[in-house]
């Protein structure tokens, strides 16, 4: 994959077509490099000089396979990448400080010194944190910069106290379910196991667009077996390479998602060991507040992060604090018991389980999902037991390690 290079073949005495070719890919030196860009995929490239600029670049193609009969991530690059060499001197690439002169959106600025710049903008934190506090600074984290780039000004915006905004939610690729639930962004394999998925799911974002570099193991996945689902308001590039596409109003995926819940919930599609170990449904909350039952609630004293489940022989028992194993414990997903406290008194308790399901009966039936996110109910039930199926395929023992994939 090469980018052409629109300077090359205008000069002033070019000769024909064949020539003007032969001289834009003409080089005296490569060397390694990569790229900084979004994905921070940081692609191996074969960078070209030509009289000590670069000329072009190509993917290096270089990867061994990660795992016998997975394809490999080569050639691991993009047209992003490969046109990078010409913004190295496009016109429109800044170099040095920029001040605006004139109105915001006039497109009129001056050049200023690096002492200038720094100047002006300490003046502007400092003027800031006094008259507003820290928190009235934001830091944009940009999406060119890379890691390295990264890490000094969120370092420096920590140290002030500011404001700092994430990059996959500036481009729209921040899975927010898997942050919520889970408390990390990315509670993934790598990339390369999408190959082995029963059905990948393209929801929340466009990798075809987003994630270039990687976005070979959906088509290769689908080659395999795999159904491949798009989710989006538009036809995006990535819906192109679906089986199915999914249209939905814009901002309504919740009651989607919850549609689908509340089908694999009724039919019983779920793992009950997952949801007992992995999250937090069945932990003991009080109906009359919808707060969760605490140990300093039950023991005078006690921590006020240990919280409870019910056993159906022991009754109420303390929910492990040091790991996700059950350790012997059966919790019970659906009832409600009487719980004395230390003051004595008895209140009623239930499980956020319950609390779940009788939310989804009452509010997010297909029926009453499809009338906010617009997809109709039928989908909504085919697509919740597709997502089930797959994953119940790996309960049951299948080799496979990852069988549905939100991308």
């Given at each position: ?96 400080p920029l001040r605006r002169v004139g109105e915001r959106g006039g497109g009129e600025w001056e050049r ?21 506090g820290p928190e009235s600074i934001l830091f944009e984290e940009t999406v060119e910069g890379g890691l ?226 617009g997809v109709p109910a039928g989908v909504i039930g085919g697509l919740a037991r597709l997502v089930a ?19």
């Open positions: 994959m090469v980018a052409a290079d629109p300077r090359v073949g205008t000069e002033e005495g070019a000769g024909p077509t064949a020539e003007r070719y032969r001289r834009r890919w003409r080089w005296d030196g490569v060397s390694w490099g990569t790229h900084c860009l979004n994905c921070l995929a940081t692609c191996p490239y074969r960078v070209y000089r030509r009289d000590g600029e670069v000329a072009f670049e190509e993917v290096g193609g270089v990867l061994p396979p990660v795992e016998e009969g997975v394809p490999d991530l080569n050639p691991l690059g993009c047209q992003k990448g490969s046109g990078w060499s010409v913004q190295l001197s496009g016109e429109d690439r800044v170099t040095h200023i010194s690096w002492d200038e710049a720094l100047e002006e903008i300490a003046e502007a934190v400092v003027e800031a944190i006094d008259l507003e390295l780039t990264q890490s000094p000004f969120l370092r420096f915006a920590g140290l002030l106290g500011a404001v700092t905004l994430d990059a996959n939610g500036l481009v729209n690729d921040f899975p927010t379910g898997h942050h919520i639930t889970f408390g990390k962004f990315s509670c993934a394999s790598t990339v390369d196991d999408t190959f082995h998925s029963d059905v990948v799911l393209l929801w929340h974002s466009n990798p075809a667009y987003t994630s270039i570099p990687y976005f070979h193991y959906v088509t290769e996945a689908r080659y395999r077996g795999a159904r491949v689902v798009t989710i989006a308001p538009d036809y995006n590039a990535s819906a192109v390479f679906a089986d199915q596409y999914v249209p939905i109003r814009p901002g309504t995926d919740a009651a989607l998602a919850l549609g689908m819940c509340q089908v694999i919930i009724e039919e019983g599609l779920f793992d009950e060991g997952f949801v007992c170990s992995q999250t937090d449904l069945p932990l003991l909350v009080l109906t009359g507040t919808g707060r969760f039952l605490r140990g300093a609630d039950v023991r005078a004293g006690d921590r006020e992060d240990q919280f409870f489940c019910w056993d159906p022989e022991e009754g109420l028992r303390p929910a492990s604090r040091a790991t996700l194993t059950l350790e012997g414990a059966r919790p019970v997903l659906q009832g409600r018991w009487m719980v004395r406290l230390h003051d004595g008194s008895e209140v009623e308790v239930t499980t956020v389980f319950e609390l779940l399901r009788a939310r989804l009966d009452g509010e997010y039936r297909p029926e009453q999902a499809a009338a906010v996110c199926g797959a994953a119940r395929r790996s309960w049951r023992g299948s080799t496979r390690r990852s069988t549905t994939t939100g991308t």
